[in-house]
Each structure stands twice: as C-alpha cells, then as structure tokens.
T-cell receptor, first 111, second 114 residues
C-alpha cells in the first residue's frame, strides 16, 4: 500500500459546483496533513493544513480529517476556472519528519 | 519578501559531470528539503535537514548528496549525474514542529542529463 494515495483524475467539475478531492494514508501515527495546489509549470503552494479530526474551513476551501479511517479530503465550494490545477495531499510522519506527498489529483473546472 | 531561491533554474549537462543546485531561504526556517518531481511518480523526497549539520535521507537519496553548513543554505550535489536524474527539482523550507509540512517551495530547477 502506498503511503499517501490520491486518485490521479482528471476530475471535471462544472463552474460553481463543489469539487471534492480525497486522500488516504497508510501510517496511523501521521499527525499533520496538508493540501497543496500546483499549477502547470509552477511550484506547489500550501492551501490548507489540518491537524485534528473534523473540518477546517478557509474561504471556499474545507479540509476534512478522519484519523480513524486514515482519510483526508478537500472540498472546494463555488469552483472557479482558476481552481483548475493539480492538488497534492501531503502527510508529516512525526517519527522521522519526512513529508510524503501523494501523486496528486488533476482538477478541471468546466466554464 | 519571504522566498526560497534555487539556482540554476534550467540546466543541461552530460553524464558524469558534477553539478550543484543551490537553495537559499530568507525565513530563518529550520527545516529544508529537496524533492524531485517526475511524471506519474509525483513529488519524492530526496534529502531533508532539520538544522545545521543535521541531514537525513528521504525516499530517493541514491546519487545525491547534501550539506547544511548554514541555516539558510541547503545545496543539492550530484557527484556523477546520470540520465535517470533528469527531473524537475524543488527545494522547500518550513518551521519545525507541527507545521513542518507547511512548506515554502522554490520555483524549481529543471535538470536534463544527456
């Protein structure tokens, strides 16, 4: 089982709808979880961090964490064409401080 | 302006010719890391450092060396590059602690080894 898994996509969502991105991780001791956005040809940029079970909202973005199910998700409300990008899930393994990334999900917002 | 600066941004070299990719950050971050990004394989961690003179292997360290003599700099050294090291390389930094994964990335260095 890969350490951090994401559907590669592409995920196509109509403009104005909710985009839902999912991530699972294998190491139960992981404590910190992150979502990055990467536009084509650019470097990743952090959009959300989540450390506790439940939801965390920031503007149009909501991160959800369920440690029992080893599952992290990112919801993007009122999707805009500018949200079209690859979204990377990352996990911090406290045991060794490695930051492990999933392969990313390509999101395409349809105008 | 807070930033992570990598140089060179683009490089074409030949097999076996030693090269160094520099990385510098101006945010006083303890944690620094190198990643390579390849199609279909995602971002993979090469080496990371939690402080001066402290470095650790990531998931793909073979063929690379690093050093951390100063807090702000974390160069990536390819002693004898090979074609399978052709990739897009990112340096990143963050504060240590719960937010270690809140990484600031450099703009990337695209390396081609012929």
């Amino acid at each position: 089982q890969k350490e951090v898994e994401q559907n590669s996509g592409p995920l196509s969502v109509p403009e104005g709808a909710i985009a839902s991105l999912n991530c699972t991780y294998s190491d139960r001791v992981s404590q910190s979880f992150f979502w990055y956005r990467q536009y084509s040809g650019k470097s990743p940029e952090l959009i959300m961090s989540i450390y506790s079970n439940g939801d965390k909202e920031d503007g149009r973005f909501t991160a959800q964490l369920n440690k029992a199910s080893q599952y992290v998700s990112l919801l993007i409300r009122d999707s805009q064409p500018s949200d079209s990008a690859t979204y990377l899930c990352a996990v911090n393994k406290y045991r060794d401080d490695k930051i492990i990334f999933g392969k990313g999900t390509r999101l395409h917002i349809l105008p | 302006e807070a930033q992570v600066t990598q140089n060179p941004r683009y490089l074409i070299t030949v097999t076996g010719k030693k090269l160094t990719v520099t990385c510098s950050q101006n945010m006083n971050h303890e944690y620094m890391s190198w990643y390579r990004q390849d199609p279909g394989l995602g971002l993979r961690q090469i080496y990371y450092s939690m402080n001066v003179e402290v470095t650790d292997k990531g998931d793909v360290p073979e063929g690379y060396k690093v050093s951390r003599k100063e807090k702000r700099n974390f160069p990536l050294i390819l002693e004898s590059p090979s074609p399978n090291q052709t990739s897009l390389y990112f340096c990143a930094s963050s504060l240590l602690g719960r937010g270690t994964g809140e990484l600031f990335f450099g703009e990337g260095s695209r390396l081609t080894v012929l």
